[in-house]
């Protein structure tokens, strides 16, 4: 049986590092997109190709609907066909929604919803063709409650959670799934700005009393691209060791 394909944004650090050495494991080639992070995409691939998985990088700033269309093409061109898409490309951005600039939600909304929607455009009219395919789309737990000082940045997960559920249905008559998942707080780089108080803080408000790490981001999004949930769709999974933000 030929291998599928997962393409997976954001994926030379965090959670979408986690997510292409967890699917490669799980039999997909990984098709790595990085934007600035060239290295450590390339140290990612050859540690999947020497664990015998199928990888591959591709750049592309995701805000960027050509790039978007020619990063498709090219994982087409090497491996035929894209099953899965994860979109995870994201940036954060802290501080007060009085100090937002202009330029600052330009950026936040173009690579947070933009950039779903340029490659999910891209990979779509060929899953529609096949009649398979899915989405997974990366938000956060703050498009869910919101939070003080990221205004802008729960705005533009929200705005994914309700791209998530019309587009299941819109492309679910295709046989085409698009799910969502909404993790907590997630060890990865996009943190290491938080306050050592701020991370206690939020580490008491969930009922875990701990963090996430990548790869529980990476399971649940290997479970919404399987068939075992092959009936699940237009959902939003929170992954968060049971948050309750306040
Ligand atoms: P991270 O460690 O900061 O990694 C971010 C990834 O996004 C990097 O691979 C980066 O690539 C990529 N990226 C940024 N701008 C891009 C662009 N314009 N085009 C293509 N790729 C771009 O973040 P993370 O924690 O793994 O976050 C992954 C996703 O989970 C994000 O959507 C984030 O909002 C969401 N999330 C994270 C948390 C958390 O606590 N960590 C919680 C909720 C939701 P380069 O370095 O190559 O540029």
Redesign the pocket.
């Known amino acids: 049986m030929e291998k599928k394909t997962v393409l997976i ?10 997510a292409a050495e967890l699917f490669a494991a799980n039999g997909y080639n990984a098709a790595i ?6 290295a ?2 390339e140290s990612l691939k050859e540690k999947i190709l020497r664990r015998g998985g199928g990888a591959e990088i591709f750049r ?5 609907a050509r790039q978007a269309a020619e990063m498709t093409a090219a994982v087409k061109a090497r491996y035929k066909t894209v099953d899965a898409l994860i ?6 951005l802290y501080g007060l929604f009085t100090d937002l600039s202009g330029d600052d939600w330009e950026r936040l909304s ?3 919803i933009s ?1 779903a929607l340029n490659v999910s455009k891209s990979v779509l009219p060929d899953m529609i063709s096949r009649k398979s395919g899915c989405i997974i789309n ?5 498009g869910l409650y919101g939070a003080s000082c990221e205004v802008a ?1 729960s705005a533009v ?1 929200a705005a994914l959670i309700g791209f998530t559920k019309a587009l299941a249905k819109e492309v679910g008559p295709s046989g085409i799934r698009v799910n969502c998942v ?10 290491k700005n938080l306050t050592e108080e701020d991370m206690n803080a939020l580490k008491a408000q969930t009922s875990l009393n701990a ?2 790490a ?1 790869l529980d ?1 990476a399971h649940a999004a290997l479970f919404l691209a399987s068939d075992t949930s092959k009936y699940i769709t237009g959902q939003i999974l929170s992954v968060d060791g049971g948050l309750v933000m306040l």
Do not use: Q
């Open positions: 944004t954001g994926a030379s650090r965090g959670i979408g590092a986690a997109n990085y934007y600035k992070s060239r450590e995409a592309c700033d995701v805000s960027d979109n995870n490309a994201g940036i954060a173009a690579v947070n950039g990366i938000s956060s737990v703050l940045y997960k909404a993790p907590g707080v997630i060890m990865t780089d996009m943190n963090f996430g990548p981001i």
